[in-house]
């Protein structure tokens, strides 16, 4: 998709930025807790920043993550006020 759009066009991959931690990765799949939401978090809000960076200069932006209707309604929230 990205790679046709009529833009300059970035993807930020949710998942490719959380598994940027090597030493102390706390894996959603087998269980959530305090290590693993705060590694989401941290990400969310890496992922946020990054897509602002790249409109702020032009850039269209692509966001790849799983979200869930709950999980959505927050990343709307959230790329409000980022942006």
Not at 37 to 52: C, G, P, R, S
Request: some cysteine; hydrophobic content about 50%.
């Amino acid at each position: 998709m990205a790679a046709r759009w009529p833009s300059i066009c970035a993807v930020l991959n949710f998942d490719e930025i959380r598994r940027l931690i090597k030493s102390g990765y706390a894996e959603p799949a087998t269980g959530w807790n305090e290590a693993t939401e705060q590694q989401w978090e941290l990400a969310k809000h890496t992922v946020m920043a990054m897509a602002k960076a790249y409109i702020d200069n032009g850039v269209s932006v692509v966001l790849e993550v799983f979200a869930t209707s709950y999980d959505f309604r927050k990343w709307k929230q959230f790329w409000q006020a980022a942006v």
